[in-house]
């Protein structure tokens, strides 16, 4: 699903490598967790598979498409393979639960009457059925999270990024979160988190990806946060 | 697609203010711009029907005329009016060449002037002969000029051209002073546009970085904004012909037409093409600016 070839990443201006010589192959319905610390490479590296930023040197696969070479109008449908989710949940202020899940359907041109067909159906797999109409504001962090977490899953994506999704939240909110996106996972959608929550990584037992000023150091199978 | 209209509608709305300043700049510079080309057209036209019309006319000699290559007391003589004949058409200026005797010239006084009392004041021989030049270029006036000036039995040559340009000189002044105008106007509307659709962009955001992030077109992402730049274009065009239109039945149709009948006039045709080449400028100003002022936000 996802192959790094030798991938380097320096930014304009910048000495030091962001990224430096990855090599590492994701499989299709894999759980990758990504640590390290702050400035370690982990954004980068998320930014690279959304095709935010092309490599400086190596290659890029992501869902077979060479993202080194890609053209620029090729994005926008890389994009709607790949659902995203943040640590400040980025919902849209003034709109409710199911016009924020909904948006990102309208917003790539799907019809009215799928989008009133799929968005209920996520909302309940999220678990957030009969909460359509609220607004974000009257939401809890958690709930937040959950209606951010139907967005980028809502056009059933084969990747699901998620760049420490459980930041801003509670241990106890944070597994739900965890436990939605292990179900997510078991759909056969591959899932990379960038986190620094130990507790979550070893209580998961999943592959793990460790980044060290932009190097990988550790690539670990059913792995921990801390190295063993 | 209602997406986009329904974003387009709380843009306009939003920016209530800016919109109205947009269209009102749109609209007086339009004006200006529509209202220069009108009076370039009306220089072109009359330029092109006085040039055509205007003939040099070479005066020869009588026994009454002085100066030029006269000799006193003496008329050009058969000899002399050959010569200057068969030199002005060898000159590759000069399209054609008529002659005009004075018993000619008189009969044409006597017609243009057959109501007026000047008509007894003139004989025959107070008339003179001439011959009349269509030039090839009616712009290229100066060499034939002066080359029949020169020559032997000519008293004079006459030349319509010296008196007609420094107005025309005057007409392209003020022809290329409105367009100026209008251009700075112009600028003025396209960095207005600009601005307004960043402000926009700006406080729309979060909902292009999402839609961004979930793969939405960058077409579908720009045309909320185009659309907004373009009905206050639209609008900015629509005020701007009426304008013209207006301009031209009150000034020129309704008035000037009748007045001063002796000039060829534009007329409904120009103002077709001045307002189209209007819309054509409007369109440009506010689809452009919108474009750029929005790249920073599609750039992937």
């Known amino acids: ?228 | 697609m209602r997406h986009t209209l329904r974003e387009t509608w709380s843009g306009l709305k939003r920016n209530l203010a800016m919109t109205i300043a947009v269209v009102v700049t749109m609209a007086v510079s339009l004006s200006l711009f529509g209202a220069g080309l009108l009076t370039s057209m009306e220089v072109d036209l009359v330029k092109g029907r006085w040039y055509d019309k205007i003939e040099i006319s070479v005066f020869l000699c009588t026994e009454h005329t002085q100066g030029g290559m006269c000799e006193e007391g003496k008329g050009t003589t058969e000899a002399q009016r050959e010569s200057i004949r068969q030199t002005l058409e060898a000159n590759p200026e000069v399209a054609e060449v008529f002659y005009e005797s004075k018993e000619e010239a008189f009969e044409e006084f006597q017609r243009v002037f057959a109501d007026s009392p000047i008509l007894g004041s003139r004989t025959v021989d107070q008339m003179q002969d001439s011959f009349r030049i269509k030039l090839e270029n009616p712009e290229n006036y100066s060499g034939v000029v002066s080359e029949a000036q020169g020559l032997q039995g000519v008293q004079n040559v006459q030349d319509l051209h010296r008196i007609l340009d420094p107005m025309f000189n005057w007409l392209n002044a003020l022809q290329w002073a409105t367009i100026g105008m209008s251009v700075l106007l112009l600028l003025a509307a396209s960095l207005q546009i600009a601005n307004t659709i960043r402000m926009a962009a700006f406080t729309r955001r979060r909902e292009i970085g999402i839609m961004r992030l979930v793969g939405a077109s960058n077409f579908y992402i720009v045309l909320p904004f185009l659309l907004e730049s373009l009905i206050a274009g639209l609008i900015g065009i629509v005020v701007a012909g009426g304008t013209l239109a207006i301009g031209y039945y009150l000034v020129i149709e309704t008035n000037a037409k009748t007045s001063i009948q002796a000039l060829p006039w534009i007329d409904w045709s120009h103002v077709t093409t001045a307002i189209l080449a209007m819309a054509a400028v409007g369109v440009a100003l506010a689809v452009i600016p919108t474009l750029l002022a929005t790249r920073k936000y599609l750039r992937i």
Not at chain 1, 53 to 82: D, E, S
Not at chain 1, 198 to 213: A, G
Request: proline fraction near 4%.
């Open chain 1, 1 to 228: 699903m996802i192959t790094f070839e030798d991938v380097t990443k320096f930014y304009p201006g910048q000495d030091r490598a962001a990224l430096r010589n990855i090599n590492l192959e994701i499989g299709k319905g894999e759980f990758v967790f990504l640590v390290g610390q702050s400035g370690s490479g982990k954004s980068t590296f998320l930014r690279l598979i959304l095709r935010e930023y092309r490599p400086t040197k190596g290659t890029l696969y992501v869902a077979g498409k060479n993202l080194t070479t890609m053209n620029q109008w090729k994005v926008p449908a890389l994009r709607r393979q790949i659902g995203t989710v943040f640590q400040d949940f980025r919902l849209l202020p003034g709109k409710t639960v199911f016009e924020n899940v909904a948006f990102a359907l309208q917003v790539i041109g799907k019809p009215q009457r799928l989008i009133k067909q799929i968005v209920p159906e996520t909302l309940e797999l999220v678990g957030l059925a009969g909460k359509e109409n609220r607004q974000n504001e009257e939401l809890s962090g958690g709930e937040q999270q959950r209606v951010a977490i139907a967005r980028a899953f809502v056009n059933r994506p084969k990747i699901l990024i998620a760049d420490e999704p459980t930041g801003n939240l509670d241990p106890e909110t944070s597994v739900g979160i965890m436990k939605l996106l292990d179900r997510i996972n078991r759909t056969d959608t591959t899932v990379i988190m960038a986190t620094h929550d130990s507790s979550i990584v070893d209580q998961m037992r999943r592959r793990v990806l460790e980044l060290r000023q932009g190097e990988l150091v550790r690539d670990q199978t059913k792995g921990v946060y801390g190295t063993a």
